[in-house]
């Protein structure tokens, strides 16, 4: 089969297809939540991409992610699943968590370059009949200015409509400058 007449999936095809719907940009230290809700997570699109950096005040902090059903937040301990495979060349899954964990021990130093940049997919928000999913890749400064690479998937447990998703860290709120860009993928 010619070359020509084989779709590509890559990030760059997709970029032509990103529809940009909301970027946050943290102002000071008191948000403890960056949340899309349901103005954003709509039945308008199957797949959403999203990209940012995120700067937390605590230090040394995990960076997380979380869905709402019909406006409630979801934080079971067995509600979600993750697996990730991280610097060091470790490995990690857990089908029993409160959260799907995306980024483990971002420093808080930023001006020595301590934070996370991050970027994924979130596919099928709004499906009664499939789990939700999310991609991402991550890297981050850790507390002591050194380089931390984590990449992997997560889902949502439950076959339920998400109308809403919420980035957070595990301890604190994000620091000023802290910026998160959702956009919709035409497909």
């Known amino acids: 089969?010619?070359?020509?007449?084989?779709?590509?999936?890559?990030?760059?095809?997709?970029?032509?297809?990103?529809?940009?719907?909301?970027?946050?940009?943290?102002?000071?230290?008191?948000?403890?939540?960056?949340?899309?809700d349901s103005t954003y997570i709509t039945s308008t699109y199957d797949k959403y991409f999203y990209i940012g950096t995120v700067i937390p005040v605590n230090d040394t902090v995990d960076f997380?992610?979380?869905?709402?059903?019909?406006?409630?937040?979801?934080?079971?301990?067995?509600?979600?699943?993750?697996g990730a495979y991280q610097d060091?060349?470790?490995?990690?899954?857990?089908?029993?968590?409160?959260?799907?964990?995306?980024?483990?021990?971002?420093?808080?130093?930023?001006?020595?370059?301590?934070?996370?940049t991050v970027f994924g997919y979130i596919h099928n928000p709004m499906s009664s009949t499939q789990q939700t999913r999310m991609d991402f890749i991550s890297?981050?400064?850790?507390?002591?200015s050194q380089h931390g690479l984590r990449m992997g998937g997560g889902q949502v447990n439950a076959s339920e409509a998400n109308n809403g998703i919420s980035f957070f860290f595990n301890s604190g709120n994000f620091a000023s400058g802290s910026k998160i860009s959702l956009y919709g993928v035409k497909q």
């Open 139 to 144: 890297q981050r400064g850790t507390n002591s």
């Open 1 to 36: 089969m010619p070359l020509s007449k084989i779709k590509s999936t890559s990030l760059e095809t997709d970029a032509t297809n990103l529809v940009l719907l909301n970027t946050v940009t943290t102002t000071d230290a008191t948000v403890s939540d960056i949340d899309f």
């Open 88 to 116: 060091g060349g470790t490995d990690f899954n857990d089908n029993t968590m409160s959260n799907i964990e995306i980024q483990v021990s971002i420093g808080n130093n930023s001006s020595a370059g301590e934070n996370a």
């Open 64 to 82: 997380r992610f979380r869905v709402f059903t019909g406006g409630t937040l979801q934080s079971g301990a067995s509600d979600y699943g993750t």
